[in-house]
């Protein structure tokens, strides 16, 4: 069984109704179940129909759920980031660092970075607690970068470290002869910070590519575009060596259809299910029916939950 499951796939194919059911699922088996909106336009509250927010909430027996809010996380992130500043440098240095902290957080990416900074600290503080931790997802191209973050964080944070590092060891040299300001340096916390951070980071990506602990689910729907950007993103996850927990395939319309209309799409949607099982051989999960209606509800919820046959 795996601690950490990502849901991921193309907007709009059933990443938040699959990722909740699924979470349904395993807190009915008794596992104590954390479920994980990283998308900033959350729907897990709507469709259990209960408000979450940034606070972990109990949906129902065994069942927790969060929603991380980037732009709280983001804020949070730059004010404790610039207050640890405040504490140990001049007026002059804050002023620069925190215009660059301040350019940093509007630059691409830095949205997906406090979200995966938010990850990082989930996975380290509820691994504990909780038997699993499921990730509901935004649509694929925001998540592949947020998976691909400990990379790119690793080596942003290597070359800020030996900067800071050189930038320290100036001021030690410049400030001997002043025993205050020369200790300050010695301990320098920016560089404490930086460390602990990409440590954590590490942890947190060594934990994402370990595959007896984290694997990604794709959901998909047997249409053209789903199936091309599903494939795109497991080759990518596969290069950061993230494993791939399998694909559901979802909203496949039942075989009763008699309608003339949905005969041919039936027919469309079969080359497209021969396509699928072709190209993803081995790593199908399950087919879920369209329903007639939304998925909707803890009631609409369990019985999609009953169709889930193992843990992932
Ligand atoms: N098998 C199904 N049968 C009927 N309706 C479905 C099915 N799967 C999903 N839906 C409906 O489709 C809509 C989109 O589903 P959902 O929100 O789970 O997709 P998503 O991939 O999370 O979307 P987004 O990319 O916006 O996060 C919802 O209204 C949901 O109830
Ligand atoms: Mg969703």
Not at 35 to 46: C, E
Request: charged residues 30%; proline residues 4%; contains cysteine.
């Amino acid at each position: 069984m795996k601690q950490i499951v990502f849901f991921g796939g193309k907007g709009g194919v059933g990443k938040t109704s699959c990722s909740a059911s699924y979470g349904m699922f395993c807190a009915q088996k008794g596992l104590k179940t954390l479920i994980v909106s990283t998308d900033p336009a959350h729907s897990l509250g709507d469709i259990y129909e209960v408000k979450i927010g940034g606070n972990i909430k109990e949906l129902d027996e065994n069942l927790f759920g969060l929603e991380i809010d980037p732009e709280a996380v983001s804020n949070e992130y730059i004010n404790r980031t610039k207050a640890e500043m405040q504490k140990t440098l001049s007026p002059i240095i804050i002023e620069e660092i925190e215009r660059q902290i301040d350019a940093m957080m509007v630059s691409p990416g830095a949205e997906e970075a406090a979200i995966f900074d938010e990850l990082v600290k989930i996975v380290g503080r509820y691994t504990e607690d909780y038997d699993i931790i499921i990730f509901d997802t935004a649509p694929t191209g925001h998540t592949i970068r947020l998976l691909s973050l400990p990379e790119l964080m690793g080596a942003w944070m290597d070359s800020l470290i030996s900067q800071r590092r050189e930038a320290v060891e100036l001021m030690r040299m410049s400030t001997a002869g002043n025993k205050d300001l020369h200790d300050k340096y010695v301990n320098d916390p920016v560089l404490s910070i930086l460390v602990r951070r990409k440590d954590e980071y590490e942890r947190t990506r060594d934990i994402l590519i370990d595959s007896k602990k984290a694997c990604f689910v794709f959901v998909l729907t047997p249409e053209k575009l789903p199936i091309i950007e599903t494939q795109k993103a497991i080759s990518i996850l596969s290069k950061y060596g993230i494993q791939i927990g399998g694909i559901i395939v979802n909203r496949v319309l039942p075989n009763t259809v008699s309608d003339e209309f949905l005969l041919k799409r039936k027919h469309t949607e079969g080359t497209y299910l021969e396509e699928i099982y072709r190209r993803f051989k081995g790593m199908i999960l399950m087919e879920i029916p369209l329903f007639p209606e939304d998925i909707q509800g803890k009631a609409y919820l369990k019985r999609v939950a009953s169709m889930y046959k193992d843990i992932i």
